[in-house]
């Protein structure tokens, strides 16, 4: 098998990039060099990539009480710069829509947004409709921090005896998911709680997906998910997305860091300082990562092998109809070694082929799978609408793309 081949004829899509912060705090425009960054436009023709989440991210430390606002920013952000190299980007709000830019001589990245963290709504399901209105595809349903619905895995609590609290998805929690099932938008659950996790698969009528999360089998991190979430996540139909940060694939790298922090106190004091500069605005994010990234440096990157090694695991026990990629390309300071860009995604392929994958399975996880479930989450969609508005009109159309 041509490995080559396969990889330049597949529709390759990334589901997590955090790029926007970029766009936005940076101006940065991806026709020219990223720099440190890890995503440009040269880079993402080199890995052949078709389809792009962009991950509509808001701190919710930095900009509390301004969730709206830097969201819409950031949304403003993509679009704008996918109007300005339309010639390399389009927007894409579909399926339909990502096979059209896919398709021809003259092929363009089919340019999505994705909402990292429920609280960004603020509890509205007036603003998550808007938000749909605006391009967004899929919501994360918590980040890093629990909101009022959803328990984040990113911060439990202990009750007196030292366990794990964890609620869960409340009641209007899985309202919501109803009602992204409804509008069809893609329920995503990387970032959430073990109990969120499997109440979000119960609520839903359409198939989940984790945007970006490894196997917490290889490395145990609350963010990663278990096999027995794999295997539930399998039989929901849907596709869990490796993610490549160094702290989700290698233990071992945990481990390393750990000492480092231990041995280094001052530079893990100054991390907290500049971390501290940040949220009160007198840092930008992109000197935050490079400072982080010099440490990263130090403690040294897992090997190429650990994120093939998850893939591998992820297949073994969900099937290769069930997994995919969620590099969180921007959003990470550490990669593993041979992944500096999306430039290396072709290296994947290489990998994955060299293991044995067959050509219908390297194209599933490359970006077949996504596209099936989103597939079906659209298909989903118009059958509650019909089910609720017997003139089969759907409540919350489709945009059409931006005429630039």
């Known amino acids: ?60 430390g930095k900009f509390k009480g301004q969730y709206v606002q830097r969201a819409m920013k950031m949304i403003d952000s993509v679009y704008e710069t996918v109007g300005k190299h339309s010639n390399e980007m389009v927007m894409a709000y ?29 509890g509205d399901m007036a603003l998550l409709r808007d938000f749909y209105r605006l391009g967004v595809r899929y919501m994360t349903l918590t980040w890093a921090n629990s909101n009022e619905w959803a328990q984040s895995s990113g911060d439990y609590k202990k009750d007196e005896n030292g366990k794990l609290i964890d609620p869960g998805l409340t009641e209007y929690g899985r309202k919501i998911v109803m009602e992204m099932n409804r509008i069809g938008m893609i329920v995503d659950i990387s970032h959430v709680s073990d109990r969120s996790f499997y109440n979000a698969l119960t609520a839903s009528r359409a198939p989940v997906i984790a945007s970006h999360s ?10 990663n998910m278990t096999d027995d979430m794999l295997v539930a996540l399998s039989r929901n139909n849907g596709v869990a997305m490796v993610n490549f940060n160094c702290g989700f694939i290698s233990d071992d790298y945990n481990r390393r860091s750990k000492q480092f922090a231990q041995d280094h106190p001052d530079a893990v004091k100054k991390m907290r300082d ?33 994120l093939i090694d998850h893939i591998d695991h992820m297949v073994k026990v969900a ?34 082929a060299e293991r044995g994958y067959t050509e219908k399975q390297l194209n599933m996880i490359l970006g077949e799978n996504l596209l099936r479930v989103f597939a079906d989450v ?24 931006p005429k630039r």
């Open 1 to 60: 098998m041509n490995w080559k081949a396969v990889h330049q004829s597949a529709i390759v899509v990334d589901t997590h990039a955090d790029t926007p912060g970029r766009f936005v705090d940076e101006n940065f425009d991806p026709s020219k060099d990223a720099g440190k960054g890890h995503w440009d436009l040269a880079k993402a023709k080199q890995g052949n990539l078709g389809v792009e989440f962009f991950s509509i991210w808001v701190d919710p």
């Open 94 to 122: 579909s399926v339909k829509d990502i096979r059209t830019a896919r398709t021809g001589p003259h092929k363009r990245i089919a340019s999505l947004l994705g909402l990292e963290g429920g609280h960004v709504i603020e």
């Open 214 to 223: 490894s196997a917490r089998a290889i490395t145990d991190v609350p963010r």
């Open 274 to 306: 500049m971390e501290q500069q940040y949220k009160e605005g007198k840092l930008d994010e992109n000197q935050l990562q490079m400072y982080q990234a010099e440490l990263n440096a130090q403690v040294g990157r897992p090997p190429f092998s650990a």
């Open 319 to 352: 099937g290769a109809d069930h997994v995919g990629i969620g590099s969180d390309f921007d959003g990470v300071n550490c990669l593993p070694e041979g992944i500096d860009s999306v430039a290396d995604l072709p290296k994947i392929t290489q990998a994955l």
């Open 378 to 401: 659209e298909k989903t969609a118009k059958q509650i609408q019909s089910e609720t508005n017997p003139d089969k009109r759907s409540e919350v159309p489709i945009p059409p793309a």
